[in-house]
Structure formats: structure tokens, C-alpha cells
């Protein structure tokens, strides 16, 4: 029994050397994941605040077709920059714009949001060039491309690690102490305790939380992890749809958008919001993505295939009919920023990076602390050393 005692104190110290130097190798990625993160979570609220001109349309008249801006964009170089419409995206509710999707020939997207009521142009939106573009890109990989991002990846695993070794470091020594380490204690207490139990306390009702939203992040930074999850169930293998493209019938036309928008309507008149793209490929198709009032989150969508040619469905893939791979990936994301059950879950996952921000700082004061107390003893030690010599003497 005496020589498991130094074993569990020599295990606890090998784990908080751990602890302590993942924390000082990671802690400045950590503080940059965890407070963009904090951003990420609420962009559509704030999107709501900063640009309130594609919320608040006034729906007095009835919708203009989509087609009749795309006659506007294509007769607007500034605009188009010798690009095509590609693409729109409508919504159910009627006081949002509508957003058509133009592509100019260094592959560069933009978005146009339209008011379909007053038939005006709000904006032209490139989102690479946007606030929550660049928020999102430091949040991934430091705006510093491939490198950063496995910055980010293995520093993310070294905060996965810091949480296990953080819970072991949490439990008491004693069977007494276990009440202490749910509760954070104010009153009658040094500060250094105070941002002990802030560490500890904090770190401990947030670990599952932090948890998950570290490791649903690595799909992001590892290539390897999202392809082990899409091969859980693979799909069964299908040809590529395509359209039937004719190269000497002169009169073969594409679809309009519309014609695409009322085809995808037919099929999901619960529609929330729908999203249409176009490919540039002579024998590319017209796709769909339908998110439903029903979804079960944002990326709980159903996708239609069609012919661009003759608005043919080629084919049509229910949400709920995805392999088991597809749908646990597109359970990630929402999963990710907390958008899975909506506002509750976003105010959860808020607070939680709020936390995750918090632990780098308050465990490098402890840290400081514990290396001033030492500092302390070695020169009180050093200073009675000295004395016990001098009364020698």
C-alpha cells in the first residue's frame, strides 16, 4: 500500500507537467479559436444588426420573377465583369432578399441581394472580402492558408488532451474535498483561490461541451477524419446525372431560374428556403438544395438534380435517405457552433467558448502564482541558510 501512494502522486505530477506545457504551447490558438468561435455563433444575428436592409423588406406587391434581375445583373458590367449568373437563392419568409449568385472568369463568386418587390438592387456582397469571411478564416487557419490551419488542427488536439488531463487533475486527493470542486467560492478567499476554482470549476461543467465542439472542429483541419466518417456507410454507386446537351441544336435553351425555383417548389411546398445552382458545363446540370420548415437543422436539406435543358428531374436525395456517413457530416456543423436546436443551443455554446477563452488566461495565472510561491520559499530558504552561518560564525 505505501508504494502506490508515490506512484499516484509521480502519475498526478507527469499529468500536470502535461497540463502545463500543452497549455503554454496552445494557449494563445486557444484564445483565438474560442472568441471567434464566440462571433460564429451568433452571425446570423449579428448578419440581422449589421446589414438590416436584407431583412426588413416591405412585401406591399407581389414577387418579380428571379429572371428579371438576372436581366438586370447581365446588362451591368460593373456588376458582372464579363461573368455569368450562376445561381439564386429564395427564402419563405417575404422580408428577405432574395440573393442571385454571379461568377466572373477568374472562378470569383459574388452575391447580388434583390429586393423582388421593388425590383431593386440592395448590394453586391463579396464574401471574401467580408467582416465574418475574415472572422471565420482566423477562426480556421490564421489567414495564413495550409499552414495555419494545421496550426489550428494540432493545437486543437493539444486542447482535447488539455481537457482529459485537466479532468484527472480535478478530482480530490480526499473524499472531504469533493464539495469544493463543484462550486466556486467568493467570499472569504484570496484571489489566487478564486481564479483556482474559476479554472478548475468552470473547466469541469464545461469539458463535454468543449469537448464536442473541439472534436467536431478537427473534420475541418483533417481530411482523414471527414473521410472515415463519409465511409461509415458508403452510397451506392450511381453515374453522374447529366444533362442532354445537343451541340448542333441551335435552339436548345436553358431553363430559367424560375422554371427551377417552381420545379423545386412543387416537390417541398414547406420550403424554407432553396437554393438553386446552375453548372457552366455544356452537360452540367441545375441542382436544388431545400432546406424544409421541418428540417431537422440548416444542413438537414434535400437536393433535386435536373436537366438545365429540359427542367427533367434526374434525380432527388431526401435528407432523410442519406447514407449514415452523409448525415452524421451534416450533423457537424450545426453541432459545431450549436445551431442544432437552435437559439438555446447557440446561447450554450456561446458561454461554453466564453469559458474555453477564460481557461488559457486564468491557468497561466496559476501558473505564475505557483512559480512566485516557489520563488518565495527558495529565498526564505536561501535567507535562513544564510543566517544559521552567520550565527555559526
Not at 102 to 128: A, C, H, I, M, W
Not at 177 to 191: G, L, M, V
Not at 219 to 245: D, H, M, Y
Request: glycine content about 6%; overall charge positive.
Amino acid at each position: 500500500m505505501n508504494k502506490q501512494i508515490p506512484k499516484k502522486k509521480k502519475f498526478k505530477k507527469t499529468i500536470r507537467k502535461i497540463h502545463l506545457y500543452l497549455g503554454l504551447i496552445t494557449g494563445l490558438i486557444s484564445l483565438n479559436t474560442c472568441i471567434t468561435g464566440c462571433l460564429m455563433v451568433f452571425e446570423d444575428e449579428l448578419s440581422l444588426m449589421l446589414y438590416p436592409h436584407r431583412f426588413q423588406l416591405n412585401p406591399e406587391k407581389e414577387a418579380l420573377p428571379i429572371q428579371s434581375f438576372v436581366a438586370q445583373i447581365e446588362g451591368n458590367d460593373a456588376i458582372l465583369e464579363n461573368g455569368f449568373v450562376y445561381g439564386a437563392r429564395v427564402f419563405s419568409d417575404p422580408s428577405q432578399a432574395y440573393q442571385i449568385f454571379v461568377r466572373n472568369p477568374e472562378k470569383e463568386s459574388r452575391t447580388v441581394f434583390v429586393d423582388p418587390y421593388q425590383g431593386k438592387l440592395l448590394e453586391v456582397y463579396n464574401g471574401r472580402n467580408s467582416f465574418f469571411h475574415t472572422i471565420e478564416m482566423l477562426h480556421r487557419n490564421l489567414l495564413l492558408g495550409k499552414v495555419g490551419k494545421n496550426i489550428v488542427g494540432y493545437s486543437t488536439i493539444g486542447f482535447v488532451f488539455l481537457l482529459i488531463s485537466g479532468l484527472i487533475l480535478w478530482f480530490p486527493k480526499r473524499n472531504k474535498a469533493w464539495k469544493k470542486r463543484f462550486s466556486i467560492k467568493w467570499q472569504n478567499t484570496s484571489w489566487k483561490r478564486r481564479n483556482y476554482d474559476l479554472h478548475s470549476v468552470l473547466g469541469f461543467y464545461s469539458l463535454i461541451f468543449l469537448f464536442l465542439i473541439c472534436s467536431t472542429g478537427l473534420v475541418w483541419s483533417f481530411k482523414i477524419i471527414r473521410n472515415a466518417i463519409v465511409a461509415i456507410e458508403k452510397p451506392t454507386e450511381e453515374a453522374k446525372p447529366k444533362s442532354n446537351f445537343l451541340p448542333y441544336d441551335v435552339t436548345q435553351k436553358i431553363i430559367s431560374l424560375d422554371q427551377a425555383y417552381e420545379t423545386a417548389k412543387q416537390h417541398f411546398p414547406n420550403a424554407k428556403r432553396t437554393t438553386i445552382r446552375f453548372s457552366d458545363a455544356p452537360d452540367g446540370v441545375a441542382s436544388a438544395s431545400i432546406t424544409t420548415l421541418t428540417a431537422p437543422h440548416e444542413n438537414g436539406y434535400h437536393t433535386m438534380v435536373l436537366d438545365k435543358y429540359s427542367g427533367k428531374l434526374l434525380r432527388l436525395q431526401l435528407f432523410e435517405e442519406l447514407p449514415l456517413g452523409q448525415k452524421i457530416y451534416r450533423y457537424i456543423y450545426p453541432i459545431h457552433i450549436g445551431s442544432i436546436y437552435g437559439l438555446p443551443t447557440k446561447i450554450l455554446a456561446f458561454i461554453v467558448c466564453l469559458i474555453g477563452f477564460s481557461l488559457p488566461i486564468s491557468g497561466l495565472w496559476i501558473w505564475i502564482f505557483r512559480k512566485n510561491k516557489k520563488r518565495k520559499k527558495l529565498t526564505k530558504s536561501s535567507t535562513s541558510k544564510t543566517q544559521n552561518i552567520l550565527v555559526k560564525t
